[in-house]
Structures are given as C-alpha cells and as structure tokens.
C-alpha cells in the first residue's frame, strides 16, 4: 500500500448511521485505488472553544470515537485539536497545510455542504478549485445521499436525553455505551440485597443519558454479563449528588478498579422516591424481572 490517502473530514460525534455510510466510500475507495483511508476529526468539538460551550455533551470521550472509526475500517485518525488559531486560518493555509502537506490526500470524500476556513468561509467550490491547484480528487455526497439518512447526532443526544435508548440505538447502528471505572459507593445497594458496582467517568463532557433505571449488559473477562442500572440521586435515601450504579445479575467477581464498558440495552422507568427502604426492596425486585425477562427475549 502507498503512503497516498484518503481522507474525509468531519466531528463524527456518535459515528453513527450516517457517518458510517461516509466511512463505508472512503474504506471502499482505499482498497480499490491502494490508498490509506484517514479520518481527521477534530477535538474539542467547536464549541466548546468557540462558544466557550461547557453545557455541550458529546456522544463519545475522544478515546472512543477513535476506536469506532477503526471498528469501520479507518487505518488512521488524525486527532486536530480545535484552538482559536485552527479556526483562524484561511482556507488556502488549511488545505495547503493540512490537507495536502499533513495528510498528503489522494482523495478527499465529503458532504455537499461542507464549510471550512476562516468564519467557515470556504464552500465545496472552493474544495474543488484547492484541488486542481494541489492536485487530488474531490467527491462530493450529495444532498439526496446525506438526507436518505436522516440522522444527527444532535437527533441521537435529544432521544438520550429522554432516556430513549431504543431510538438512540437504532440510529447509531450499535448500542450506546459508557466507559467507566468502578469505585467504592456507600454500600447501599449491599444493604438491599442487590450489591451495586458504581461507575465513574472521568470526561465530564460524556453525555450520560436520562435519569432512571436501564437494562444493560457488559463484558468481563471474556464472558458477557448483563444487568441493571440505576442513573441518579437515590432520592429514597435523600441522595443529593448523581451516581450511575449496575447490578449485575449472577455475578459475584470482585471489579473493583476494573474499567468496563457498559452498553444500553432498554429503560425500564424513571426514578423514583420510595416511602421506605421496603418498598424499594420490591420495587428492584420487579425491575431485576422486567430486565430477565427482556433480555431472555433477546437474541444477540
């Protein structure tokens, strides 16, 4: 294989349905014109650095986009991380230094509607007068192809934000995951007969969906393990600060310190204030039902 690329440009946050059929030309294209297929992305999202956004909550931590580009055939990432400055330049310094003596792209594959320099200044004409000057190709995803797949991310984060991870998963094409590590909790879980393993995510900008109660399913040491989790305040027990909390089902390993990666399978409820510890008792008890009862109709 040649050092040529392919290359196409773009946040990817979810690296979902739509980004994937993106993903699917560039991967194709490598093959059939021995080429390298390269995704450069950018971090932190715009936003936050343009609009000084804190609130803006991502679907992956930079880690995991990277590992879904790769999943779909992508040999490298190019990571560009988002200052003031790259945003500042014209669209002749990125495509002379970016695109042409970074990445030294053969082939750059990319939506109708993309903007890029200075004030997001330069549209797909300009892209196509750089590239007879610098001497690569330009194809070009038309409205009609982009709009077949009518997804966003920002459609994925509102279901999320509901707590509608069917929808979420449906356009992602996989399950929604966290990674997290398991830390020391109050115990409280023990107590209720139903040990909880709580989950801390150290990026602050993962966006962690709704509060309630969720079937899930994780992998530890090879075998797949499935469970429950509760995203919230224990409001029965007067919690002030959020905690995500899984039990798993049949499991008694010790994972403390272990970071694991735990997918979103359905929500079975919201949360909820109990009368007393008792009546939460039986309230789990119902949730650990539902979730046994989904997941023995399951066929993954």
Known sequence: MNSAKIATVGTFDGVHIGHQKILKRVVNFAKTNDCIPVVLTLFPHPRMVLKKDDAIKLLNTIDERIELLKSFGIKEVVVKEFTEAFANLSAKDYVETVLVDELNIKQIVIGYDHRFGKNRSANITDLKAFSKKYNFKVEEISAQDIEEVTVSSTKIRKALDIGNVGLANSFLGYNYFING??????????????????????????????????????????????????????????????????HFFNFNNNIYNHKLRIEFLKRLRSEQKFNSLDDLKIQLREDMRNALDYIEKRHD
């Open 181 to 246: 590590s398991v830390i020391k909790g109050k115990g409280l879980g023990r107590t209720l007969d139903f040990p909880t393993a709580n989950i801390h995510i150290k990026e602050t900008y993962k966006l962690i969906p709704q509060d309630g109660v969720y079937v899930v399913k994780s992998v530890f040491k090879g075998y797949t393990i499935y469970g429950m989790m509760n995203i919230g305040t224990n409001p029965t027990v007067d919690g002030k600060t959020r905690s995500i909390e899984v």
